[in-house]
């Protein structure tokens, strides 16, 4: 399972939302034009899938996603690929997850232009396991972001369906630009309020490293490593490293 970002990352979803129309003078609802929408396609490839602290799979993996945005509103699907996955209950690789994400995030500027740095955003996310059955689960987030130093964040999610629980996270991070690349570290640390079973607890530390490299106008390469610190017997240390190739447009 993926932020998102994600968070999130937001990747298309089957939740349509009318905020991506225009109003013309007459009230009447128009397609906002192509030019005006913002269209991100991404490849992930990772040694382990991590989330939230928690081991999802130890090996291989690859997450597409794709994300198309209009002004404040996006949607987003992204998707996990076990690339390793061979053990006697499940046929080696195949397809272990598919998100859809409905996204609103903007800035206070609107009321007063101190307010422009913060920034708000919601939405909601539904996860498809498609070799579990009745597992599908579905989670309400709203959060607050700062674009002051640090870029500090906070996300609040709650489960309500089969993870049935909240989870909390904190995070701040910054950017080295150079002329050729930029160097970015981030840290962010998590609460687990009895989603999935999970007892409430802290569940870990999360620290990242990545370096992006712009290739031409649109297509990016990232690679990034990552150390997740286990904050409670729940959950392990775990060390993870991949690379992100993204095309925005």
């Known amino acids: 399972m993926k932020k998102l970002i994600a968070a999130g990352l937001f990747l298309v979803s089957v939740v349509f939302s009318p905020g991506v129309f225009a109003q013309d003078e007459k009230e009447t609802f128009v397609p906002a034009p192509l030019s005006e929408l913002d269209y991100e ?24 996603s794709a994300t198309v945005g209009y002004k404040w509103v996006s949607v987003n699907w992204w998707a996990n690929y076990d690339a390793d996955r061979n053990d006697d209950d499940s046929p080696a690789r195949e397809w272990t997850e598919n998100d859809f994400t409905a996204d609103v995030t903007f800035d206070l500027g609107f009321i007063n232009e101190t307010l422009e740095k913060v920034s708000l955003s919601g939405g909601y996310i539904y996860y498809h396991f498609p070799n579990i059955d009745d597992s599908d689960t579905q989670e309400f987030y709203g959060g607050i972001a700062l674009d002051v130093l640090l870029q500090p964040y906070f996300t609040a999610y709650h489960d309500f369906k089969e993870g049935d629980g909240t989870y909390l ?81």
Not at 52 to 61: A, Y
Not at 178 to 188: K, M, P, Q, T, V
Not at 218 to 234: G, K, L, N, R, V
């Open 169 to 249: 996270e904190w995070g701040v991070g910054h950017s080295f630009e150079f002329e050729a690349f930029s160097i970015n570290l981030g840290a962010s640390m998590g609460y687990n309020d009895k989603q999935w079973g999970y007892e409430g607890s802290f569940t870990n530390t999360l620290l990242t490293l990545s370096i992006t490299v712009p290739v031409g106008k649109y297509f990016t390469i990232e690679p990034h490593i990552s150390e997740s610190i286990a904050m409670d017997s729940q959950y392990t240390d775990e060390f993870y490293a991949g690379c992100s190739f993204k095309v925005n447009f």
């Open 41 to 64: 396609l991404a490849v992930d490839l990772n040694s382990k899938y991590i989330w939230r602290g928690q081991n999802l799979v130890d090996g291989f993996i690859v997450q597409p």
